[in-house]
Structure formats: C-alpha cells, structure tokens
C-alpha cells in the first residue's frame, strides 16, 4: 500500500524557498562555525599567552578586546540562530500544514537573525577601529631600522597583536556572511509570484 506522503506536494514557492532556506542556513552556519571557533582560539591565546606589560596598550586587552568578545558571543547566537534556520526549513516542508510555519513568523525569525548580526557586526567593527587604533599608535613610535638595545618590545607591534586583529576580521566577516545570507532570504520570500 503506498504512502499517503508520496502523493502530497507542497505548493511550489513554499518547496523553493525552504530549499533556499536550507541551503543558506547550512552555508551561513559552517561559516560561522570555522571561523567563530578561529577566532575563538586566536582570543584566548591572546588573552592567555601574552603578558601584561605596565604603560603599554595591548590590542589582545581593554576596549577592543571588550568589543571584540562581545561580538564573538553574538556570534555564537547567530551560530545557534542559523541552525535554528535548519530545522524551519524541515518544518516547511512538513506535509501537515498546521506544523508550518507562516510566512510571516518565518520572516520575522528572520529579520531576527539579521538584526543579531548587525548588532555583532557592529560590535566587531568598533572592536576593529580600537584594534588598529593601538597598532596605529604603537607603529607611530617604533623606530626605523635596527631596534635599540634594552628597549622595551612590548612598545613594538608583535605577531600577537595582529593575530587580534585577525580573529576580529574573522568574526566580522562571519557576521557579514550571515547578513547578505538573510538579505537574500528576505528578498526571495518577499517577491511577487509570477
């Protein structure tokens, strides 16, 4: 005896987008997830593996540290988020119409996930003007040529610190892949029907 399920479609532009759904969700998260957990491990051996020195600023320390581990936890909200948008996607392509969700609970989850990473977009951005801040003013007063004896290298950019830098631009980026993902989404469940 066949299955009643097989012989269910689901209407046309409801089975498009939740491929498109879907597919975004699972681009949007392994994204997320490489360079979330990048970003993670080039922070705490930043904030582990280096010492602090008294009178020299630290781009892996103080207020670009701050804006940057806030916009890593958002990240791992938006982590959760896209995942989240996974499984949506199987709920829309649920035979029964009354485990769907709608059109408009499915955008305003949406717009939720989109306005997360804004929020740790611009977390990440205010982390990153603190950030070459610091390695603007430590570059300023490094001398040219050969470093003098007995001076102080914690006054010098070190590989550390634009290791802060690049886990800053991995989070930034990861934010940035999740924001065009749910524009695109946005823009695909909202077009008129032809």
Not at 176 to 184: D, P, Q, R, Y
């Given at each position: 005896m066949p299955d009643n399920d097989q012989f269910y479609a689901l209407p046309p532009a409801v089975e498009k987008f939740s491929g498109n759904l879907r597919l975004t969700a699972w681009i949007s998260f392994w994204t997320q997830v490489v360079l979330g957990a990048i970003a993670t491990i080039i922070f705490l051996f930043a904030l582990i593996g280096k010492e602090t020195r008294a009178g020299v600023q630290d781009p892996g320390r103080g207020g670009g540290a701050f804006f940057a581990i806030c916009g890593l936890l958002?990240?791992?909200?938006?982590?959760?988020?896209?995942f989240r948008y996974t499984r949506l996607a199987r709920q829309l392509r649920s035979p029964d119409s009354s485990v769907r969700p709608s059109k408009a609970t499915t955008i305003q989850m949406i717009k939720f996930g989109l306005v997360c990473n804004i929020v740790g977009m611009s977390l990440s951005l205010l982390a990153a003007e603190a950030i070459t801040g610091i390695l603007l003013g430590k570059s300023l007063f490094q001398p040219q040529g050969l470093i003098p004896t007995g001076a102080d290298l914690g006054r010098f950019i070190e590989p550390i610190d634009l290791f802060v830098l690049l886990g800053n631009t991995?989070?930034?980026?990861?934010?940035?892949?999740?924001?065009?993902?749910?524009?695109?989404?946005?823009?695909?469940?909202?077009?008129p029907k032809s």
């Open positions: 958002v990240l791992y909200f938006s982590i959760v988020q896209a991995h989070t930034t980026v990861s934010h940035f892949v999740s924001i065009v993902g749910s524009l695109w989404l946005l823009n695909v469940i909202n077009r």
